[in-house]
């Protein structure tokens, strides 16, 4: 636990010129529960062990008191960075070296569905890159780590938290959140991890209860539907490739493929902050017949997977968060075998001035947990 410290410590003096100019700064720390993953959990930890890991972070931020509606809205959310430890190095390995430390850097989002004098209840969400140096995956040394293979992965970070208010400017409190970091396929063999935190908070206010109060801008808003084109792009591994290479050529191969994703979306935007409807999706998956070639199972696959989603749009200026739960229509291309659902997450910046159109990152999953890709992607707003 002490080099978690230690590690807190140095990235309070990386972030020390924003702590300066920052209005709140929150120090965490609580424990993690990995989530058990049968694949690969007994070969490190053992048979039914999912270990507990401590967990040590910064947050950073700015809490929005312009005349935006949307900053009155979301009562005046709080925006900014973090810098979190999870110590996995802690986790005790049953036979070799085990994992190393995770460091990870993110954006969040903190807004209060509840906020009085002294209490205040609301959702945080955060989404950036995460870091391990240490004990990554090796074929001679470190064979049973197959949780990372690659230095940087994509992180996910969302939950709910209360703060108590025990002083004009500072605050205690309780954050419970799910973490998420892999890196959707880019490269094996790294099935990334997942689990749940539970975290303790203090934290300084700059304003305290002294906040400047603003008056709401009015800019119109009316509700209607808004339809959205959207193309995304990535690159993935061929996993039956990369084993077959291992056990027959004495060693893994991570040669990269194309992955393209294509969405028509209809939404009714009910108020300024939401908007739900459904989605048209297409996935095409180039490298299918490579897949066949390597798997050994015999059987033909499809380019084309087609699906119909429901999706949810949480959306702060110019900044949309989308989430949506797919089935499949038509799905064959070799990837994932046998699923019938799948998940999204867009995160996407909109330019008004530019036609409304935007650029963002789309996140696709299985079973909730399980990273199918990580894409850029380009649409419009229409």
């Known amino acids: 636990m002490k080099n978690h410290l230690y590690s807190l410590i140095f990235a309070a003096l990386l972030f020390l010129p924003a702590t300066a100019f920052a209005q709140n700064i929150t120090v965490k720390a609580g424990a993690t529960k990995l989530l058990y993953d049968q694949r690969y959990y007994p070969a490190i930890f053992g048979e039914g062990v999912a270990p507990t890991i401590p967990t040590v972070g910064l947050n950073i931020g700015w809490r929005d008191y312009s005349d935006s509606p949307f900053a009155s809205i979301c009562k005046h959310p709080e925006i900014g960075v973090a810098f979190q430890v999870d110590g996995l190095a802690d986790a005790m390995a049953v036979d070799g070296p085990g994992l190393g430390n995770i460091y990870s850097v993110y954006g969040f989002f903190d807004r209060s569905f509840i906020e009085t004098e002294h209490f205040s209840l609301g959702y945080f969400a955060g989404y950036g890159i995460s870091c391990s140096f240490s004990k990554l995956y090796d074929p001679v040394t470190n064979p049973k780590n197959l949780v990372f293979s690659v230095p940087f992965n994509s992180r996910i970070k969302f939950g709910v938290q209360t703060k108590f208010r025990f002083a004009e400017r500072y605050y205690t409190g309780l954050g419970f959140y799910f973490n998420h970091s892999s890196n959707g396929a880019i490269h094996f063999p790294n099935r990334g991890y997942n689990g749940f ?76 902050t939401h908007a739900s409807g459904i989605g048209f999706d297409l996935f095409v998956t180039p490298f299918c017949d490579q897949i066949a070639e390597y798997d050994g199972r015999g059987e033909k696959y499809d380019q084309l997977s087609v699906g119909i989603s429901a999706l949810h749009e949480m959306c702060y200026r110019d900044l949309t968060l989308t989430v949506g739960l797919g089935r499949y229509l038509h799905h064959n291309d070799g990837i994932s075998r046998n699923k019938k659902l799948y998940q999204m997450v867009h995160i996407k910046y909109h330019f008004p001035s530019l036609a409304d159109t935007y650029i963002g990152i789309a996140l696709k999953a299985h079973k909730f947990m399980a990273a199918e890709s990580i894409q850029l992607c380009l649409g419009k707003r229409f």
Request: charge should be negative; glycine fraction near 10%.
């Open 197 to 272: 935190e539970l975290s303790l908070l203090v934290g300084m206010d700059e304003k305290g209860n002294d906040r400047p109060v603003t008056e709401r801008r009015e800019d119109g808003f009316k509700r209607g539907f808004q339809f959205d084109v959207q193309a995304s792009f990535g690159i993935m591994a061929n996993e039956a490739y990369y084993y077959y290479c291992e056990e027959n050529l004495g060693g893994g191969d991570n040669t990269h493929h194309p992955k393209y994703s294509f969405n028509a979306d209809c939404l009714y935007k009910y108020c300024r």
